[in-house]
């Protein structure tokens, strides 16, 4: 504590961190706390206490629910370098379900593929699937060549042992989405999703025993169904890890992000064992919650943003916003 009061940003990072996460039958996470603490360690440029902000905001935990202060934060760590920040602010513009918003996504979740970020491998392959999908009449190369970009990142991702990458391999081969629909490699591929996710205890299990169990009935869609996104998504015959857009059939785009998420477990970005749900509200303020009151929270909320402004438009540009 003295360490961080003092303005160390490690100790007010991992401050901020065991206010997050520490925690036992009697003490719940202390958000509040925990964003004063990465607050300070993001003044000072620490990416990954910018990311732990972000991941607040975003959520709304304690703080006031802001995705366009989480978007910013991500751009600045991932501008420092930081790859998984990185590969959330490319799954997040995935998750706006536009054009704008992939265009956007490609460079980051690429930076982070090529840095070894596993779930944004999948992101990436998702990205280029709905290329592939979307693609209008008389794009077949361009559909083609999106769809073998999306084998390939979802290959790079299942060679990682990324249990969403099997279950979208397994879609590719049950839709006939860019290959030959096959139903054993189907099954395959389902059977590997479905083992994964039982020991990660992976919340693709259902969908994967599903789908294995359709592939090994000989229950795949019609080819010529598959090329129209409309008819395929209208069935549910869909995969986990393949992104919605226009509001059609429920796709779980939000489990492939949810594998990011789960990433940060197994590590692919903050190692925490034993840390609480991320959607688990807190039951009870701590007793740091009530030293840090609402008027600070806004406080960080509006200095934030007046320093987003200066940096971009400058002390005296009054016509910038």
């Not at 995705?67 to 930081?82: P, T």
């Not at 590997?192 to 599903?210: G, V, Y």
Request: net charge positive; glycine share 10%; charged share 20%.
């Amino acid at each position: 504590l003295f360490r961080s009061e003092a303005g160390n940003a490690q100790a007010q990072f991992a401050l901020g961190t065991l206010y997050e996460y520490a925690h036992n039958g009697s003490i719940q996470p202390d958000y509040a706390g925990a964003a004063y603490w990465y607050q300070q360690a993001s003044g000072k440029g620490m990416a990954q206490a910018m990311r732990a902000m972000a991941r607040l905001y975003g959520d709304g935990r304690r703080v006031p629910k802001d995705e366009w202060i989480s978007m910013e934060l991500f751009k600045k760590a991932a501008a420092l370098g930081d790859v998984p920040s990185m590969a959330e602010l490319g799954a997040a513009y995935l998750r706006q379900g536009t054009l704008v918003g992939r265009t956007r996504a490609k460079p980051w979740l690429q930076k982070a593929v090529d840095a070894g970020h596993v779930s944004a491998s999948v992101d990436l392959g998702v990205l280029y699937y709905l290329n592939a999908r979307d693609a209008g009449v008389g794009m077949n190369v361009f559909r083609q060549r999106d769809y073998d970009s999306a084998m390939r990142a979802y290959r790079t991702a299942a060679n990682a042992g990324n249990c969403v990458a099997y279950m979208n391999i397994g879609g590719l081969y049950f839709n006939g989405d860019g290959v030959p629909q096959d139903k054993r490699q189907a099954e395959s591929w389902f059977a590997k999703a479905e083992s994964c996710a039982r020991a990660s205890n992976s919340a693709i299990l259902d969908k994967a025993s599903t789908f294995r169990q359709k592939a090994a009935n000989g229950r795949l869609p019609a080819v010529e169904a598959a090329t129209s996104s409309a008819s395929k998504m209208s069935t549910g015959d869909v995969l986990l890890g393949l992104a919605i857009v226009s509001g059609l059939a429920v796709v779980a785009y939000s489990m492939a992000h949810d594998s990011s998420a789960q990433g940060r477990k197994a590590g692919n970005a903050d190692p925490c064992p034993g840390c609480p749900d991320r959607k688990q509200e807190m039951k009870e303020a701590s007793e740091w919650d009530q030293k840090i009151t609402e008027a600070n929270i806004q406080q960080i909320k509006d200095q934030f943003k007046y320093d987003s402004h200066v940096a971009r438009c400058g002390f005296k540009n009054f016509n910038c916003y």
